[in-house]
């Protein structure tokens, strides 16, 4: 009997595959679900998206521990690998290794820290008045990562802020250079710009030394061929299933309110039916014929 790949596995594998990899934000076990099933091979557990389904900022409002509860949930809804958005890591680089160890507990394939400061705030807000990490500490997170893992699969990929908090290219890729060397699997590099030059800009410099991730947010414009060509490793949806959730319960939620009436909406919802086959309740009555007593 072939065992399936480890979920560890199969994210290191996306990572350095030869060919442009996409994985999709989630943010609990249904939205995880709806993901995998629509054929993604890795799932972006997103902080901000998180933060926000929980109702809260992305400022670290969420503790870690409750981030990880929700983690589990989508771990065990899903056999695609989940990439988690480690913001900092949650404090120095102790608090990193305490996250790495319970994050293998549960299953989680790798994490993506970046180098600013705890409490984090969202690249899109002020990002230029952002102070970014001390360099030599965010190594030390990095190593102290990497000690702390025990499947060698585990990967930590260092996110490079450089060009977020107003530093530019040279800062970008001295940073990247150290993240490497410290041993990150992988750099993401962001960029709020509306137009891809940044990243652009970094990854021909770069070239091929390790792979490169990114999130195309804010250039979304750009068509998916341009990363393609300039050799890119992974792209990330980072937070589409949230908005669209969230646009469609604003939508949902007015019209039950201004009719007070079912009809309006029903054809525009998910059938309960949809709901039970998500959750795989089939299998839940099948199990009780087999478990409770008959008669
Ligand atoms: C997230 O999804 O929480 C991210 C990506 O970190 S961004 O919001 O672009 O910073
Ligand atoms: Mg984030």
């Given at each position: ?6 979920k560890?596995r ?7 595959s ?6 999709c934000e989630?943010?609990?076990?249904l939205s ?9 091979a890795?799932i ?8 926000a389904?929980f109702?809260?900022r992305d400022?670290n409002?969420?503790?870690w ?11 065990d809804?899903?056999?695609v ?9 949650y ?7 305490r ?20 409490p984090?705030t969202n690249s ?5 008045a ?16 990497k ?6 699969d ?5 996110r ?15 940073r990247?250079?150290?993240y ?7 750099i993401?590099?962001h960029?709020?710009?509306s ?8 990854k021909?410099e ?7 991730v990114?999130v ?14 300039h ?12 908005r669209?959730?969230?646009a469609?319960?604003q ?8 009719s007070?009436n079912l009809?309006?909406?029903e054809?525009k919802?998910?059938?309960?039916s949809?709901?039970?086959r998500?959750?795989?309740?089939a299998e839940?009555?099948?199990?009780e014929?087999?478990y409770?007593?008959?008669?």
């Amino acid at each position: 009997l072939r065992q399936p790949l480890t979920k560890t596995r199969q994210f290191r594998t996306l990572l350095q595959s030869e060919q442009l990899e996409f994985i999709c934000e989630a943010h609990n076990g249904l939205s995880a679900k709806i993901v995998e099933e629509a054929g993604f091979a890795g799932i972006w557990a997103s902080g901000l998206s998180i933060s926000a389904q929980f109702g809260v900022r992305d400022n670290n409002e969420a503790s870690w521990t409750q981030v990880l509860e929700d983690l589990e949930f989508m771990s065990d809804a899903t056999k695609v690998p989940i990439l988690l958005d480690g913001d900092t890591g949650y404090g120095n680089f102790n608090n990193m290794q305490r996250l790495i160890r319970k994050l293998e507990q549960r299953n989680i394939a790798a994490v993506c820290i970046e180098d600013k400061l705890f409490p984090k705030t969202n690249s899109f807000l002020k990002g230029d008045a952002q102070p970014m990490a001390d360099m030599q500490e965010f190594c030390g997170k990095i190593k102290a990562g990497k000690d702390a893992q025990t499947d060698p699969d585990f990967c930590i990929i260092a996110r490079v802020e450089a060009f977020i908090c107003g530093w530019g290219l040279t800062e970008a890729l001295r940073r990247a250079e150290a993240y490497h060397q410290a041993g990150a699997d992988g750099i993401l590099i962001h960029s709020a710009l509306s137009v891809p030059d940044e990243i652009l800009a970094f990854k021909r410099e770069w070239g091929s030394r390790s792979p490169v991730v990114i999130v195309p947010t804010k250039y979304y414009s750009t068509p998916t061929d341009v990363f393609r060509q300039h050799g890119f490793s992974m792209v990330i949806w980072a937070n589409h299933m949230l908005r669209a959730a969230v646009a469609t319960m604003q939508k949902t939620a007015r019209a039950l309110k201004e009719s007070e009436n079912l009809l309006s909406i029903e054809d525009k919802v998910a059938p309960v039916s949809e709901i039970f086959r998500l959750q795989n309740a089939a299998e839940l009555l099948e199990a009780e014929e087999r478990y409770l007593p008959r008669g």
